[in-house]
């Protein structure tokens, strides 16, 4: 027994050894000295233990991720700070790019350059947009392989426009092939076939004598209804006061140029833009799209082409599947198109028939793999050439036009270059006579530098590249970002243009050679580099084809204000009128 002031041991007992046992009643006053010893069971934790330790463990986790968070943002931070990014347009958030993007590339770039500099970056909705202004940035933008720059993603929205299976909606292996087709089809042999027909076609614009126009009945007839029965065509005949001095068989392309040009008398007023898309169009249908569209299907496939050029809209580059009124009727004429040529192909094929056109040549064509090019295939191939070579030619062949009338003195010496000409060869123009036309080639290639028809051309960025302004600045351009460069602005950039703004074709008269002073990629109305435009040569035949002719045959005089450019065009061209009047006559080389 253990009285009072008894301790306890360890073990619970008494020093003595034995069990202590307290009394049933405790005294009023506490024993002194009492250590009360805390009594854990074996394999017991006690709650408060157990919430300390999970308090020390949310701690050390958060420490840990504090120094793991810290570590990776440093190194994001010294990264980014590594990277000399472009400057970047500033506007307001989300939709202020778009914004100053849909007021209208040119003036963007006309505000941000002087304060930015040659390379910046706009943000678009979820894109970054930079922008190389200049040869000294551009190279790799025009050099770069597709692996590091690519068109595809950019070019996408021409895809409901060409079809699919073509160009845009291929992958670039396949595309090589089918830009080798076009290749191919625009080669010099080729190109001297095409110019005896564009010289053809020229050569009928106004050039009806009396007896064609007392014929005028029959080709309407015959343009309206091309199967009409020869009884009919008879009595159209017998309507002409007088038989014509020769037999005039007339097919179906001529019937059609007797109907659309028996305005053109011995002078007049005509909208000379007007007159030039439709010939442009004309001499590409005889060259192109073949002889069955020419003769017979030129007035449907003309409509259809216009529906095409139509959906194409600024919007379109964004929403190119937009359910608008434009998009519907683009789709429903793109697949009229595929079922004429379809039909045209495959009476060639039965005939066994072979032309000289485009369409033949993407109707031989062959993959490496030895496959030939399907129905859609040339189809789309044969969109994508006339799309793209009827914009630049018909727009180039009405600045061209207006410029040269405006400025008398250049257009003295085009028409001195054509009595030169005269007097060496006749009156034959064909591919060689055409090639000696320097003067009539710089006139058309200042109109291009001043009003090229695309204003900006793109690419998608799959990886990081740095480049170097001219001032010695180098900009790291991330993966991801589209790059964009403008020949509309970059044409006229007064560092390398002298009096940018003023039309000058001398300026590439040898010895000033204004467009290689600073090397490159300084005239970029064609592209350049790897992306070249490959109907370069074919445009500027056919604009001196035409032009050749004009000036030969006829005195023009522009009577309209001089046009002013047509920025809300998805490519550019002239705003409104170019009215011209004209009187007929044969150039004298006297």
């Known amino acids: 027994m253990g009285g009072r002031g008894s301790i306890l041991g360890k073990n619970g007992r008494t020093k003595s050894g034995n069990k202590a046992t307290l009394p049933p009643t405790a005294t009023k006053s506490p024993p002194p000295q ?8 074996p394999g017991a934790v006690a709650p408060g233990m157990d919430l300390l330790k999970e308090k020390f463990l949310n701690i050390a986790l958060l420490f840990l991720a504090t120094i793991v968070i810290a570590k990776l943002l440093s190194a994001f931070l010294i990264s980014r700070g590594r990277k000399r990014l472009p400057p970047t347009v ?3 958030p989300v939709l202020g790019g778009l914004a100053r993007f849909m007021k209208g590339p040119i003036v963007m770039l006309r505000e941000e350059y002087p304060k930015l500099g040659s390379v910046f970056t706009l943000n678009l909705l979820n894109k970054n947009i930079t922008f190389f202004i200049g040869p000294e940035v551009s190279s790799h ?10 068109q595809q993603e950019v070019y996408q929205f021409n895809v409901p426009t060409f079809g699919p299976g073509v160009v845009f909606d291929v992958d670039y292996s396949v595309r090589q092939e089918q830009f080798r087709f076009f290749t191919e ?10 110019v005896d027909q564009m010289v053809v076609e020229a050569e009928q614009l106004g050039f009806q004598t009396k007896e064609e126009q007392a014929l005028e009945p029959l080709a309407q007839e015959r343009v309206k209804f091309p199967h009409a029965d020869p009884e009919r065509e008879q009595e159209c005949a017998s309507k002409s006061e007088k ?23 011995d002078n007049g007023e005509v909208d000379l833009k007007y007159e030039l898309e439709h010939l442009i169009i004309l001499t590409a249908s005889r060259c192109l799209l073949g002889r069955e569209v020419r003769d017979k299907l030129f007035d449907d496939v003309s409509s259809l082409f216009h529906d095409l050029d139509n959906g194409m809209l600024p919007i379109s580059v964004i929403f190119p599947y937009l359910p608008i009124p434009a998009h519907r009727r683009r789709d429903r004429a793109r697949k009229k198109l595929a079922e004429i040529f379809a039909n045209i192909i495959s009476s060639r094929k039965c005939a066994g028939k072979s032309e000289n056109d485009m369409l033949q040549c993407f109707i031989d064509s062959k993959y490496k793999d030895g496959r030939p090019t399907t129905d859609s295939e040339v189809t789309g191939l044969l969109i994508a050439a006339l799309f793209a070579g009827q914009h630049t030619s018909s727009i180039t062949s009405a600045w061209t036009g ?18 030169s000409l005269i007097k060496q060869h006749g009156k034959k123009v064909d591919h060689d006579v055409l090639s000696e036309m320097d003067v009539l080639y710089r006139c058309i290639k200042e109109a291009l530098r001043l009003h090229p028809p695309l204003i900006l051309l793109l690419r998608s960025s799959h990886s990081d590249f740095t480049v170097k302004t001219r001032e010695g600045k180098e900009y ?17 950039l007064p560092y390398i243009y002298r009096d940018p703004d003023r039309y000058d074709p001398d300026r590439f008269a040898a010895g000033r050679d204004e467009d290689k002073v600073a090397g490159p990629f300084s005239y970029i109305s064609f592209g350049g580099g790897r992306h070249g435009c490959l109907g370069e040569p074919f445009a500027y035949l056919q604009i001196k084809a035409i032009w050749s002719h004009l000036l030969r045959n006829f005195e023009l005089e522009l009577i309209s204000p ?3 450019i047509d920025w809300n065009a998805m490519v550019v061209g002239v705003k409104g009128k170019v009215m011209v009047h004209y009187k007929r006559r044969q150039l004298s080389i006297e």
Do not use: M
């Not at 009492?34 to 069971?41: D, H, S, T, W, Y």
């Not at 040269?404 to 257009?411: A, I």
């Not at 991330?478 to 970059?490: E, Q």
């Open 141 to 150: 933008f025009f050099k770069a392989p597709e692996s590091d720059l690519s």
């Open 402 to 419: 207006a410029y040269l009338l405006r400025h008398k003195e250049f257009l003295s010496a085009v028409l001195e270059e054509q009595k």
């Open 185 to 194: 089809s625009l080669r010099v042999t080729k190109l001297k076939s095409y």
């Open 34 to 41: 009492v250590k009360l010893v805390l009594v854990v069971a």
């Open 562 to 564: 001089f046009p002013e």
């Open 243 to 265: 038989k014509p001095e020769r037999a005039l068989p007339i097919p179906h392309h001529q019937a059609y140029l007797l109907d659309y040009f028996s305005k053109w008398g």
């Open 90 to 92: 500033k506007s307001w």
């Open 476 to 492: 790291d351009v991330p993966k991801g970002h589209i790059v964009a460069t403008s020949p509309a602005f970059a044409n006229r």
